[in-house]
């Protein structure tokens, strides 16, 4: 022990640091397009490059590999037990648009559709696998971005164990990013 800090278990750190909102992810082919829960994801650059990670595990990790395109879709509170139901069951099996009333809506650079009840959604290429064979890591770039401005949407981070918090208050400090106001 050290201080005030009890130790924690290496295998949880993820917990500790929370990747980011818990997405939907959906991709086209075979029978109806894919549709899974993603609770690993990251920005990588400030370019439209992102990363998620998808293992053979996912029905949708063949058709990634396949399609090479998905579409990552940002649910609000609102769709909390949807999205945990859409991952407790397989696109390989189920066909989860049809089970839990999710709306297909054309993309305009990618097969995969978006996610109409969706606050944003993200049409993205595969650009960079290396990574898959180690670490189920695909990088991802944006081709198209659509997301309902003026919702006041409040996304959703699964913290690792079933259970989730949501975004918090927004605290616009965008005066104090004098080394990098280009990204303000």
């Known amino acids: 022990m050290s201080g005030p800090f009890e130790s924690y278990p290496v295998s949880l750190v993820h917990r500790l640091i929370e990747p980011g909102p818990t997405l939907m992810i959906t991709t086209a082919g075979?029978?109806?397009?894919?549709?899974?829960?993603?609770?690993?994801?990251?920005?990588?650059?400030?370019?439209?490059?992102?990363?998620?990670?998808i293992g053979p595990w996912d029905a949708t990790y063949g058709a990634l590999h396949r399609s090479r395109e998905c579409v990552i879709a940002i649910p609000g509170l609102d769709l909390l037990e949807t999205t945990v139901d859409v991952g407790n069951c397989s696109s390989?099996?189920?066909?989860?648009?049809?089970?839990?009333?999710?709306?297909?809506?054309?993309?305009?650079?990618?097969?995969?559709?978006?996610?109409?009840?969706?606050?944003?959604?993200?049409e993205c290429a595969v650009v960079d696998d290396t990574l898959v064979e180690s670490y189920d890591l695909w990088i991802l770039r944006a081709r198209a971005a659509w997301h309902l401005p003026e919702t006041g949407a409040v996304e959703f981070h699964h913290r690792?164990?079933?259970?989730f918090s949501e975004t918090g208050t927004v605290h616009d400090l965008r005066h104090r990013m004098t080394k990098w106001p280009h990204l303000t």
């Open 92 to 122: 390989a099996d189920t066909d989860k648009w049809e089970q839990f009333g999710l709306t297909p809506l054309p993309a305009s650079s990618v097969q995969a559709p978006l996610i109409a009840e969706c606050t944003a959604n993200i």
């Open 160 to 163: 690792g164990n079933g259970t």
């Open 30 to 53: 075979g029978e109806w397009p894919t549709v899974m829960t993603n609770g690993f994801s990251m920005p990588v650059r400030h370019d439209g490059t992102l990363a998620v990670v």
